[in-house]
């Protein structure tokens, strides 16, 4: 009798080999034999078992991003939260002490205030600009410390000499947020932090189509519970994601260049431009932390510029709507510019004189550059900017 039922038949095997890495979304693996799955589990053997415990598409990006950030065994999680999530879990227990840049990514922030205390962690806060505050957050049984180098959206440069030397005095990690420096421009990993993580949905996969994060320790004890973690709590990465986010790493370091480049030529054609009351970009000489910049950065002032133009909520809608042909959306990263407004998103929740404190008015836009022509990009602002300003009292 015939078999009629259907199966999965293995491909006969080929002379030639593709040239892109396949996507592999097979959930589960299978082997001969309980000896060869033994072998598996206990690392005699090196494959896969279930797609959850990790999958060739994650691994394949991991080691990619490991590279740039020279290092080895990063994770892959599910988003940049979930690589965020795996690094605090990592480094903090019940009745331990987390402190966090007062500027971080505003769900790392919520993370920090709302779900670590339900796990009894006990969270603090510090002005990521300021040695003294710094110190005075870290208090007995912190054991970690996390921040972003350049913050969002209003781009000041932590002092992580600070940092590091605070968390060497008290014995805590430092996780570092590299989403917006990236490899580019600063390695946590070199310069003293324990562990470093990005959102990976942003610049290194590139076109917004991949959500995506990855997590790495320095400490192989810590990068082996990140490992479990994320297997445990149900953070891992999807291979499609993985396999996108592959394909938009390859062009990074060009995207990263030209995106860079348009940046700093936006940033100085904006500067003291009619309507524009203030220009924020690292390399600017009227930077705050101008110096740390440099010091910390180099040439890399990264492709994040904001801005503020004159007037209020009005002038704002009238700069969006004539600025149509850029994508007002509050992401970052994307191939293309975006452009996003802090008081109507990010910092929605924050009370006007608290988002007054930290400079974001509703006039205060922050851009991410892309890479298109650099002479579009900066007519198509100041058309914008003009139109802003004109028939709106
Ligand atoms: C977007 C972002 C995150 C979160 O990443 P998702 O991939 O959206 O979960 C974390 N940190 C920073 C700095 C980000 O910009």
Redesign the pocket.
Same mark, same amino acid.
């Given at each position: 009798m015939s078999d009629h039922s259907i199966k999965r038949q293995p491909v006969n095997p080929s002379a030639s080999r593709p040239v892109v890495s396949p996507l592999q979304p097979s959930v589960v693996y299978a082997t001969e034999t309980p000896d060869a799955l033994d072998a598996l589990y206990e690392g005699g053997a090196r494959g896969h078992t279930y797609s959850r415990e990790g999958h060739p598409n994650a691994a394949t990006v991991a080691a990619m991003i490991d590279r740039l950030e020279g290092t080895t065994g990063g994770v892959m999680a599910a988003?940049?939260?979930?690589?965020?999530s795996l690094a605090l879990l990592a480094c903090a227990s019940a009745g331990d002490h987390v402190i966090g840049s007062t500027q @971080?990514?505003g769900?790392?922030l919520r993370l920090m205030t709302e779900e670590l205390p339900r796990l009894g962690i006990t969270t603090g806060f510090f002005d990521p600009t300021d040695a003294a505050s710094i110190r005075a957050a870290a208090i007995a049984g912190t054991t970690a410390i996390l921040v972003?180098v350049v913050s969002?959206p209003t781009l000041r440069v932590a002092d992580m000499e600070a940092i590091y030397a605070v968390a060497a005095q008290i014995g805590a990690k430092v996780i570092v947020?590299n989403?917006?420096t990236t490899p580019r421009a600063y390695r946590p990993l070199d310069e003293g932090a324990d562990l470093v993580?990005?959102?990976?949905?942003?610049l290194l996969a590139g076109h917004s189509d991949a959500? @995506?994060?990855w997590v790495a320790a320095k400490d192989p004890e810590i990068a082996a519970r990140l490992d479990v973690l994320a297997a445990t709590w149900g953070m891992t990465a999807a291979p499609f994601d993985c396999w996108m986010a592959e394909r938009g790493l390859l062009s990074f370091d060009l995207r990263f260049e030209r995106a860079q480049s348009n940046a700093r030529a936006l940033a100085d054609a904006l500067d003291g431009a009619q309507g524009v009351s203030r220009v924020i970009y690292p390399s600017l000489p009227s930077h705050p932390d101008h110096n740390r910049a440099g010091t910390l950065l180099g040439e890399n002032a990264g492709n994040m510029v904001s801005f503020e133009i004159i007037g209020g909520r009005a002038q704002a809608n009238a700069l969006t709507k004539a600025a149509s042909a850029i994508a007002f959306a509050p992401?970052?990263?994307d191939i293309n510019t975006t452009l996003s407004h802090a008081a109507s998103s990010s910092h929605r929740a924050l009370s006007e004189e608290a988002r007054a404190d930290i400079g974001i008015t509703e006039g205060f836009f922050r851009v991410s550059v892309g890479i298109e022509s650099a002479e579009h990009l900066i007519a198509t602002f100041k058309k914008a900017i003009t139109a802003s300003q004109t028939g709106i009292d």
């Open positions: 988003s940049g939260m979930g690589a965020v @971080l990514y769900r790392s972003e969002n947020d989403t917006f993580l990005h959102s990976v949905t942003k959500m @995506l994060g992401t970052l990263g």
